[in-house]
């Protein structure tokens, strides 16, 4: 079974960027869905190194996964990484995997070893809006709780991303974070996000302020290439998680992570790590570290979602995955059997496969769109569109 086709798709949401999917057919007629990790304005530039890495595929078996991740990183990469040759590859590797569990006729965890659960626990993102005040932004949070979910994650930083930040803008950060907590109860998961932005310092100072909220977790309080720097803000702060590994992508870099034991909780992405087997290699190096597993998904909740989702399932050290519930209304709309989100839960898929699939016709009525010409109305709510009427947009730097 060869590939004979890579096809790639850039669809527009309506929202802060393009998603980039990947279609591989075989010279059987089978055919997988995958998809690259993107950011605003690189979507063509990832999608440029897609095309030219399928070209590379042609020919090659669909069964041949880890030894073509192998060649790809030896031969076409010239053994050096990035964020853009993983995306890329990311979505050539989980269409592959998509074919393989097809044509075995077995969702893909069932093929891999089976479920360790019945169902996935996802946390929303998305929701938030950057320009808005603490107040709006709580009643969005309000909201998102309303639709069943018992966990959200935010930025709660204001201004641009610098390594220091002034006093007022610490203030901002414990008032957001109070502020959400009086909203939402005692019971719900605050989870937050800092984007690498802190210099240790000012991570070490806002963590302790904010750790009486009983926050869930503290994401990248700094730059992870600098590793240590992460490590010393988990030291200084016992009892509050700390969370790695959106911007982690080569194991060798996971095996420096673990060893200077800089987190609690990892959050890999699928789409720009390398796949399904990169995420199974990071999970299981995880492990023997008590490290939990929380999926970074800023993809779509098409299959992006379905391949953590797959993941998910089988890892015994899962905690939970992101969704971006603002994605998920147009993904929907393109979607031949969207996945099912509710009260917090993303039920696993019984078909073979991811267990989704798209329509092309639908899929390539939506094309491209550069974000230069975006304006406020292109960033509109689908509010409207979606049955249970309570999906709000965030057109925010949230979870980049």
């Given at each position: 079974?060869?590939?004979?086709?890579?096809?790639?798709?850039?669809?527009?949401?309506?929202?802060?960027?393009?998603?980039?999917?990947?279609?591989?057919?075989?010279?059987?007629?089978?055919?997988?869905?995958?998809?690259?990790?993107?950011?605003?304005?690189?979507?063509?530039?990832?999608?440029?190194?897609?095309?030219?890495?399928?070209?590379?595929?042609?020919?090659?078996?669909?069964?041949?996964?880890?030894?073509?991740a192998q060649v790809i990183f030896d031969d076409f990469a010239m053994r050096r990484t990035s964020l853009d040759l993983l995306s890329a590859w990311?979505?050539?590797?989980?269409?592959?995997?998509?074919?393989?569990?097809?044509?075995?006729?077995?969702?893909?965890?069932?093929?891999?070893?089976?479920?360790?659960?019945?169902?996935?626990?996802?946390?929303?993102?998305?929701?938030?809006?950057?320009?808005?005040?603490?107040?709006?932004?709580?009643?969005?949070?309000?909201?998102?709780?309303?639709?069943?979910?018992?966990?959200?994650?935010?930025?709660?930083?204001?201004?641009?991303?610098?390594?220091?930040?002034?006093?007022?803008?610490?203030?901002?950060?414990?008032?957001?974070?109070?502020?959400?907590?009086?909203?939402?109860?005692?019971?719900?998961?605050?989870?937050?996000?800092?984007?690498?932005?802190?210099?240790?310092?000012?991570?070490?100072?806002?963590?302790?302020?904010?750790?009486?909220?009983?926050?869930?977790?503290?994401?990248?309080?700094?730059?992870?290439?600098?590793?240590?720097?992460?490590?010393?803000?988990?030291?200084?702060?016992?009892?509050?998680?700390?969370?790695?590994?959106?911007?982690?992508?080569?194991?060798?870099?996971?095996?420096?992570?673990?060893?200077?034991?800089?987190?609690?909780?990892?959050?890999?992405?699928?789409?720009?790590?390398?796949?399904?087997?990169?995420?199974?290699?990071?999970?299981?190096?995880?492990?023997?570290?008590?490290?939990?597993?929380?999926?970074?998904?800023?993809?779509?909740?098409?299959?992006?979602?379905?391949?953590?989702?797959?993941?998910?399932?089988?890892?015994?050290?899962?905690?939970?995955?992101?969704?971006?519930?603002?994605?998920?209304?147009?993904?929907?709309?393109?979607?031949?059997?969207?996945?099912?989100?509710?009260?917090?839960?993303?039920?696993?898929?019984?078909?073979?496969?991811?267990?989704?699939?798209?329509?092309?016709?639908?899929?390539?009525?939506?094309?491209?769109?550069?974000?230069?010409?975006?304006?406020?109305?292109?960033?509109?709510?689908?509010?409207?569109?979606?049955?249970?009427?309570?999906?709000?947009?965030?057109?925010?730097?949230?979870?980049?």
């Amino acid at each position: 079974m060869q590939i004979a086709r890579v096809e790639t798709f850039l669809f527009d949401p309506g929202l802060a960027k393009n998603l980039l999917f990947c279609r591989i057919e075989t010279d059987t007629g089978l055919h997988g869905w995958g998809e690259a990790y993107v950011t605003p304005g690189k979507e063509p530039v990832i999608e440029h190194l897609l095309q030219h890495m399928g070209k590379y595929m042609l020919g090659r078996s669909a069964f041949s996964i880890r030894h073509t991740a192998q060649v790809i990183f030896d031969d076409f990469a010239m053994r050096r990484t990035s964020l853009d040759l993983l995306s890329a590859w990311s979505a050539i590797e989980l269409a592959m995997w998509d074919i393989v569990a097809k044509h075995a006729e077995l969702p893909l965890y069932n093929l891999l070893g089976g479920a360790s659960r019945e169902r996935v626990k996802v946390y929303a993102n998305g929701w938030s809006v950057g320009t808005d005040t603490i107040e709006q932004n709580c009643e969005r949070a309000l909201k998102v709780k309303e639709m069943g979910f018992t966990a959200l994650k935010w930025d709660p930083f204001p201004g641009p991303w610098r390594s220091f930040i002034h006093r007022e803008d610490e203030d901002h950060v414990v008032r957001y974070v109070r502020k959400m907590r009086d909203t939402l109860g005692p019971d719900f998961t605050l989870l937050i996000e800092a984007h690498r932005r802190l210099s240790p310092m000012h991570a070490i100072r806002i963590g302790k302020r904010i750790a009486e909220y009983d926050i869930g977790w503290y994401e990248e309080p700094c730059l992870c290439d600098n590793i240590e720097l992460v490590a010393e803000v988990r030291r200084a702060l016992p009892g509050v998680p700390i969370v790695t590994g959106e911007a982690i992508y080569s194991k060798e870099a996971w095996a420096q992570a673990f060893a200077a034991r800089a987190a609690d909780i990892i959050n890999p992405d699928i789409c720009n790590c390398g796949g399904l087997s990169a995420m199974l290699d990071i999970s299981a190096m995880a492990q023997p570290h008590a490290v939990a597993v929380a999926p970074h998904n800023y993809n779509s909740t098409l299959v992006g979602l379905a391949a953590t989702t797959q993941l998910a399932a089988m890892i015994p050290n899962f905690w939970i995955a992101e969704c971006f519930i603002n994605l998920k209304p147009a993904c929907d709309s393109i979607a031949v059997a969207p996945l099912v989100v509710q009260d917090s839960f993303v039920e696993l898929p019984t078909a073979p496969g991811h267990g989704i699939d798209i329509d092309v016709e639908k899929l390539r009525s939506h094309p491209y769109r550069d974000m230069g010409a975006r304006t406020g109305k292109a960033l509109r709510s689908y509010t409207e569109e979606f049955p249970r009427k309570n999906y709000v947009v965030g057109a925010t730097r949230t979870g980049y």
